[in-house]
């Protein structure tokens, strides 16, 4: 599988486990507040191709560090764009390793088939704008349907999961807020996180704003009303 990076241990991007990021090259949404350019722009992806780790390279880690990890994030760009995503996992968990995905929700079927494996033990999945308004935001290729579906899969999997929103000022007006209180409506686990007016895909979003604190706790407050458990990073 394509590895565009490593992060050899984080505590912070598994809740409560050790683990090490894998990160996957390539995107199919375009939103303008990407912090990973790198690794979503073809153009971008190309210039760093050189720098790509062998799969072996990682296992060999693995193998060396495994022991002080619980488990591994599979990140991107987008992991489920990976032909041999599946594999790759099994490779994982062959080693006794947890493994939690991130993904974007635009591939249903990619999801349901590696909890159907029992690949997985933690999803993480994006929930950009509300739905009316995805496309706006991500792109053209972002489908109602298969996002509402993986909602749906991973919701009804059984496994610890958490739908997450990154809060950008000039995105999430009021309107929208209450548009996607609908739709996450009866789920389990939402996380809040602030948009960061860094280096973004799209410059324009670099003069976007982020919520203040008070701000970012009101909103939590409105989706605490939907959803069981809804936290701020
Ligand atoms: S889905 Fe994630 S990786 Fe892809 S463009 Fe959006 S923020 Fe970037």
């Known amino acids: 599988m394509l590895i565009s990076g490593i992060q050899p241990f984080t505590v912070l991007d598994y809740p409560e486990?050790?683990?090490?990021?894998?990160?996957?090259?390539?995107?199919?949404?375009?939103?303008?507040?990407?912090?990973n350019p790198e690794f979503v722009l073809p153009e971008k992806i190309a210039a760093l191709r050189s720098n790509f780790?062998?799969?072996?390279?990682?296992?060999?880690?693995l193998d060396q560090r495994g022991e002080l990890l619980d488990g591994v994030v599979v990140?991107?760009?987008?992991?489920?764009?990976?032909?041999?995503?599946?594999n790759f996992i099994k490779k994982i968990k062959s080693r006794g390793l947890l493994v939690k995905l991130d993904s974007n929700g635009n591939?249903?079927?990619?999801?349901r088939r590696l909890i159907e494996n029992k690949l997985l033990d933690y999803i993480a999945m994006d929930i950009k704008t509300s739905m009316?308004?995805?496309?706006?935001?991500?792109?053209?290729l972002?489908?109602?349907?298969?996002?509402?579906?993986?909602?749906?899969?991973?919701?009804?999997?059984?496994?610890?999961?958490?739908?997450r929103t990154t809060l950008v000022k000039e995105v999430h007006t009021p309107n929208v807020i209450e548009e996607m209180c609908d739709l996450l409506k009866g789920k389990k686990m939402l996380y809040l996180q602030g948009f960061r007016p860094e280096t973004t895909l799209s410059p324009a979003f670099e003069t976007y704003s982020s919520?203040?604190?008070?701000?970012t706790e009101a909103i939590a407050e409105k989706f605490r009303k939907f959803v069981d458990k809804v936290y701020i990073r």
């Not at 486990?17 to 912090?35: A, D, E, L």
């Not at 780790?53 to 880690?61: D, H, R, S, T, V």
């Not at 990140?75 to 599946?86: A, H, I, N, V």
């Not at 919520?211 to 701000?215: H, K, L, M």
């Open 132 to 140: 009316p308004r995805y496309q706006s935001l991500v792109g053209k």
């Open 17 to 35: 486990k050790v683990s090490c990021i894998v990160f996957t090259p390539g995107c199919n949404f375009r939103c303008g507040y990407c912090h």
């Open 53 to 61: 780790i062998a799969e072996e390279a990682f296992f060999n880690f």
């Open 211 to 215: 919520f203040t604190a008070e701000e």
């Open 75 to 86: 990140t991107g760009g987008e992991p489920t764009l990976m032909p041999d995503l599946e």
């Open 142 to 163: 972002a489908s109602e349907n298969q996002l509402v579906e993986s909602m749906r899969i991973i919701h009804e999997s059984g496994l610890p999961y958490e739908f």
């Open 107 to 111: 591939r249903p079927g990619v999801l």
